[in-house]
Nanobody
Framework: QVQLVESGGGLVQAGGSLRLSCAAS????????MGWFRQAPGKEREFVAA???????KRYEDSVQGRFISRDNAKNTVYLQMNSLKPEDTAVYYC?????????????????WGQGTQVTVYS
């Protein structure tokens, strides 16, 4: 089992930046690939970014720009730096953990999920 808690969301003006954090507890954090997803009102939860267990491999949704995923295994934390935010980035952002050997892109490949953190971008 692993527990995930996101933080860092909030209200930001278009063009601004936010850094989301996801703190993990439970089993060894470095055993999991980590991902960030988002869900806007009335829409499906969609992939944003993912990072391998060691942090070497990173994957991003093609349409998402200005996003950078990183992790600190010593702190059991994964981050999502978001720059140049737009109103359409407004969503609840979730982090997730996967024990797959690869860097998963699909929701179904993730086992553990946080509760989410709200990001609201206004123009």
């Amino acid at each position: 089992q692993v527990q995930l808690v996101e933080s860092g969301g909030g209200l930001v003006q278009a063009g601004g930046s936010l850094r989301l954090s996801c703190a993990a507890s439970g089993r060894t954090f470095s055993s999991y690939a980590m991902g960030w997803f988002r869900q806007a009102p009335g829409k499906e939860r969609e992939f944003v970014a993912a990072i391998s267990k060691t942090g070497v491999v990173k994957r991003y949704e093609d349409s998402v720009q200005g996003r950078f995923i990183s992790r600190d295994n010593a702190k059991n934390t994964v981050y999502l730096q978001m720059n140049s935010l737009k109103p359409e980035d407004t969503a609840v952002y979730y982090c997730a953990a996967s024990d797959r050997a690869t860097v998963p892109l699909l929701r179904s490949e993730y086992t553990y999920w946080g509760q989410g953190t709200q990001v609201t971008v206004y123009s």
